[in-house]
């Protein structure tokens, strides 16, 4: 999975999808959390640097990960290649 490469993201959070004129904002976690998208990283190197990073549970976590990506998702913010 990785964010669509027209998608542009600011490094406060915000988000700007030119196909469609769409914008979002997001917190510093979320905005991490598409950085490392966008890098293309692994789920597993994701939870590592933000579990690290901002202290949190793994199983949190992970759950919350699960569902960002699937608002990402319903935003067609991400794909699946």
Known sequence: MKIKSNLAVSDSGFIFNPSNGDSFS???VGSDIIRLLKAGNSFDSIKKE???KYEVDEILFEKDFHDFVSQLQDYYLVSND
């Open 26 to 28: 997001t917190n510093t």
């Open 50 to 52: 933000i579990v690290e």
